[in-house]
């Protein structure tokens, strides 16, 4: 059996990634640290709970005692937990520098400390910045992080590069794009606009809609994962895109067709500070060194995805109340 330590297992990706490395390896047993903050959800992995090759383990990834109790005997680390909303940051950065930036530095001594072969740093492109509208992110591109998001994530890759420097630390680097999926918190882009939509509720685009994203499925995501961290080469980073780049606007008015709501539910809204215009990845070199290739198709899993919040209501309402109100209110206040 091979142990994986899956950290922020809870919340979107981490739970696909968790159910993922289940079905496909039948040799894997999975661990997974999370402190079920507001974007971690046990119902992410209810299915799972019982499952002989699954434990849960509530905690915070900047816990050096629960860290260190629980990281002996692994075979790898792959750190998904972090605070993840660029929203968000923007109005507390706090809890992104303690989780983002700590928690790594927690993990990364732990894993050096009992000597873990494998290391592997979930991160983000737009830890590169922005692009103008021609041009890719490839590994070698600089950081130029926009956001105390992104600030925090660059920071984090900043300090697994070190240890692996400094330490010969066994870690990989992977730099994605913006996923979609089921499972998705409801505050970013596609999931907050498909849940509005079901309920008839106004869609806030910021700016003029024109900033573009490069969209992957999150499977697709958690398919060049489970290859990076097999496979791929200690000290490097690895690119990971969907060579699938649409304007807010574009996305907007794909899922208003899809649902077959009117146009009026647009609302131009003030624009995020700092917003990033552009995003696109170059993934030749995990397309090279693996075989990776992403390959469920933006229209298919755009579909899917509908169809997923659709049939999964009661998961959108247990979210939709409470502190996600608080939250809603205080970023886009009443939307008439
Ligand atoms: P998410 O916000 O849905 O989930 C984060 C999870 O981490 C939650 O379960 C939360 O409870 C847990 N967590 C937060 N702080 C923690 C702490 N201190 N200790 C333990 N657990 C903690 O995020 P996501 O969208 O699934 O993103 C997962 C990772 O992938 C992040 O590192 C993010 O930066 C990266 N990433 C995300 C995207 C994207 O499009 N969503 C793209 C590229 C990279
Ligand atoms: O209400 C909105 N209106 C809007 O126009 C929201 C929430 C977003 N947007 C725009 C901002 C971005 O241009 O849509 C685009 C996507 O926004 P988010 O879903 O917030 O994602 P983004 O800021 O691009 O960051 C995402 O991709 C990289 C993830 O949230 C990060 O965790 C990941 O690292």
């Not at 209810?46 to 629980?70: C, K, M, N, Q």
């Amino acid at each position: 059996m091979t142990r994986v330590l899956v950290t922020g297992g809870c919340g979107f990706i981490g739970s696909n990634f968790v159910r993922y490395l289940l079905q496909s390896d039948p040799e894997v047993q999975v661990i997974n640290l999370d402190k079920l903050t507001y974007a971690g959800n046990l119902a992410n992995l209810a299915d799972l709970a019982d499952h002989p090759r699954y434990r849960f383990v509530r905690g915070d990834i900047t816990d050096r005692e629960i860290v260190r109790s629980i990281v002996p005997g692994v075979d790898a680390v792959i750190n998904f937990a972090a605070e993840s909303h660029v929203d968000r940051s923007i109005h507390d950065s706090s809890p992104f520098i303690r989780t983002n930036v700590l928690g790594t530095q927690t993990l990364l001594d732990a894993v050096r400390e009992f000597q873990i072969p494998r290391f592997v740093q979930i991160s983000t492109d737009e830890v590169y910045g922005s692009l103008g509208p021609t041009g890719y992110f490839t590994e070698e591109t600089p950081l130029a992080p926009n956001s105390p998001y992104s600030a925090s994530k660059a920071a984090a890759d900043l300090l697994v590069r070190s240890y692996h420097h400094t330490f010969g630390l066994p870690a990989v680097i992977t730099r994605c794009s913006n996923n979609y999926g089921p499972y998705q918190f409801p505050e970013k882009l596609i999931p907050l606009f498909i849940t509005n939509l079901l309920n008839d509720q106004p869609v806030p685009v910021y700016g003029t809609g024109a900033n573009v994203r490069d969209w992957i499925h999150v499977l697709d995501h958690c398919r060049a994962i489970d290859l990076v961290w097999r496979r791929g080469r200690v000290g490097e980073v690895y690119n990971i895109g969907g060579e699938c780049e649409r304007t807010n606007l574009q996305i907007t008015h794909a899922l208003l067709e899809a649902l077959g709501k009117p146009t009026s539910l647009i609302r131009f809204v003030k624009d995020r500070p700092g917003h990033d215009l552009r995003y696109a990845i170059d993934c030749t070199k995990i397309k090279n060194e693996l075989g990776w290739r992403p390959q469920v198709p933006f229209d298919e899993g755009l579909r899917e995805t509908i169809r997923w919040y659709q049939q999964n209501l009661d998961w959108v309402a247990a979210i939709r109340n409470g502190e996600y109100l608080r939250y809603y209110e205080k970023q886009y206040g009443v939307l008439v």
